[in-house]
């Protein structure tokens, strides 16, 4: 009886942290048209030939929202609670290149000019990037080269 009992006080608190987890992180789907005007501009801007395929919009504990965007050539973009765009993944193929600073465009074209970038993220600390050969490169936020990262 007291292996019973000691089941049902661990099935029990595993489903309270479970829930307790999922109450405080939710994905929904969309509308294009609930995404931020940012968000919005952004994508015409530099995504027209494509369509909005799904968007998700995940709150993390009540603090944090994010937009994950799907496009009908599969490419991935995710953008801030503001629409401020943080990740484009082009899934191996090369992204436009219009909203990346132009020292990194430079640089790439300069240093890497059979190479096309296909993936790029922007973090607090800069850029972090994928070319088409698979090198995974790091700028700082102003655009400036810092290492080849592995």
């Excluded at 890497?112 to 970038?117: G, S």
Aim: glycine share 6%; charged share 30%; net charge negative.
């Amino acid at each position: 009886m007291g292996k019973k009992l000691k089941f049902r006080k661990v099935v029990l608190a595993i489903s309270i942290f479970a829930f307790g987890i999922q109450g405080n992180a939710q994905e929904k789907i969309i509308s294009e048209n609930e995404l931020p005007a940012a968000a919005k501009d952004f994508i015409a801007k530099n995504f027209s030939a494509q369509n909005v395929v799904q968007v998700v919009k995940d709150i993390d504990y009540w603090i944090k929202t994010e937009y994950e965007v799907t496009m009908n050539n599969a490419f991935y973009l995710e953008f801030d609670g503001d629409g401020n765009w943080k990740e484009i993944d082009g899934k191996d193929t090369a992204i436009p290149t219009e909203y990346i600073p132009e020292p990194i465009v430079q640089y790439i074209s300069g240093s890497f000019p059979t190479q096309e970038i296909i993936k790029i993220e922007k973090k607090s600390s800069g850029y972090e990037l994928e070319l088409s050969n698979g090198l995974d490169l790091d700028f700082n936020s102003k655009g400036k080269f810092l290492r080849i990262d592995d």
